[in-house]
C-alpha cells in the first residue's frame, strides 16, 4: 500500500517516435509523464470522494490497541500514497535511438543514465506543480513486458521499428501475430540489461547498480543461478561484495526448482521429468519478477525471459 497507482511508460515506443532526435525523445517521455499526472489527478478525486463518502471502511478503520482498548491511527495512512510512474524498456529505448544496447556501448549506457536523471528532476517538477508525491520507479512489468512489445508489432507504424528492437522469439511472434496476444517476446523490464545478454555476473551488477540512486523504488537485480548446489561460501562472498561495494538497494539470488507432482521430490533446474521417478508431471517454479511464483501462470513473453535468462555458475560466485 505504498502507492495510489502506478502508470507504466513504453519507453522503446517514445524512441520510435522520435526518430534518433534527443530532444525530440526527452520531450515525448515528459509527455508522457505529464499525462500520467492527468491520470493521477482523475484517480486522486475520485478516491477523494469515496474516502469522504465512507465508501472504502476496510483501509479506512481505526483499529483498537488490543490492550489499552482505545482506537489507533488510520489503517491506511492515505495522505502518504504516492503516485508511481514506471519506466518500461529503458535498454530497446536506448537500443533504437543510439543503435547499441547500454551493455555495447559506453555512450549509449549514458545515455540511458542521462534519460533516467531527465525524467527524474521531471518527476520532481511534476510532484512540485501539482502538490502530490510522483515516483519514478521501475514498473514489476510481469504482464507490460511483454504487453508493450506485442502492441508495437501491432501497430502499422512501429511494428517496422521494433520488430528489430526487442527480445524473445519475433519470428514465431509474426507468424501468429494477429492470433493471440499471448506471444513470447518483451521489452526488458525497468534499466535492466536484456536477461539474454551474454555478458559476466560482475558486469551485470556493475551496469545494473548505476540505477539504483536514481529512482525511488521497485528496482531489483537479478542473480540467476544455474543448476547444481550453491557454494554457500560463494553465495555469501557475492552477497556481501553486492551490499558492500555496489548501490545496488535490492537483489535477489534465484534457482529454477522442478518439483514432481507425484512424490513431492524438488530438484533444482528447469527439468523435463523427475530425475528421480521419471514422471513428467512436475511443476517448475522460478522468479517472476520479485517474487517465486509457478512458471504455468506466466504469459509467453515471460515463459521465453526464463528461458533467455543468462545463469550464473552457483558454484563459482566468488567475486
Ligand atoms: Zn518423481
Not at 97 to 104: A, C, L, P, R, V
Request: hydrophobic letters at 35%; one cysteine or more; charged letters at 25%.
Amino acid at each position: 500500500m505504498g502507492s495510489w497507482m502506478v502508470m507504466s511508460l513504453n519507453c522503446p515506443r517514445a524512441a520510435y517516435k522520435a526518430d534518433h532526435d534527443d530532444q525530440k525523445l526527452i520531450d515525448e517521455l515528459k509527455y508522457l509523464m505529464n499525462k500520467s499526472v492527468e491520470v493521477f489527478r482523475v484517480k486522486k478525486k475520485w478516491m477523494d470522494h469515496l474516502l469522504a463518502s465512507n465508501r472504502i471502511p476496510f483501509a479506512a478503520m481505526t483499529p483498537r490497541d488490543p490492550n489499552t482498548g482505545e482506537k489507533g491511527a488510520i489503517a491506511v495512512d492515505f495522505a502518504a500514497l504516492v503516485y508511481t510512474i514506471g519506466v518500461v524498456g529503458i535498454n530497446e529505448m536506448v537500443q533504437y535511438h543510439t543503435g547499441k544496447s547500454m551493455y555495447e556501448s559506453p555512450d549509449s549506457f549514458k545515455f540511458a543514465i542521462r534519460i533516467m536523471y531527465e525524467m527524474k528532476l521531471h518527476a520532481q517538477r511534476l510532484s512540485q506543480e501539482n502538490g502530490i508525491e510522483i515516483a519514478l520507479a521501475r514498473t514489476p512489468a510481469e504482464t507490460t513486458a511483454q504487453r508493450f512489445a506485442v502492441s508495437d508489432l501491432l501497430h502499422p507504424e512501429y511494428a517496422g521499428k521494433a520488430e528489430n528492437n526487442m527480445n524473445g522469439d519475433v519470428e514465431l511472434t509474426k507468424k501468429e501475430l494477429g492470433t493471440t496476444k499471448d506471444l513470447p517476446v518483451y521489452y526488458t523490464n525497468g534499466t535492466h540489461i536484456p536477461p539474454g545478454a551474454d555478458i559476466s555476473v560482475i558486469e551485470r551488477i556493475n551496469y545494473e547498480q548505476t540505477f539504483f540512486p536514481i529512482v525511488d523504488g521497485g528496482n531489483i537485480l537479478h542473480i540467476w543461478l544455474g543448476e547444481g548446489t550453491p557454494d554457500p561460501d560463494g553465495l555469501q562472498e557475492m552477497a556481501m561484495h553486492i551490499a558492500k561495494n555496489t548501490a545496488t538497494g535490492y537483489f535477489a539470488f534465484t534457482r529454477d526448482i522442478t518439483i514432481c507432482k507425484d512424490e513431492g521430490y524438488v530438484t533444482s533446474g528447469i527439468k523435463d521429468s523427475c530425475p528421480k521417478c521419471g514422471s513428467e508431471n512436475i511443476d517448475h517454479l522460478s522468479r517472476i519478477t520479485g517474487y517465486l511464483q509457478s512458471v504455468d501462470g506466466w504469459n509467453a513473453g515471460k515463459r521465453q525471459e526464463l528461458v533467455d535468462r543468462t545463469r550464473a555458475d552457483p558454484n563459482n560466485l566468488k567475486v
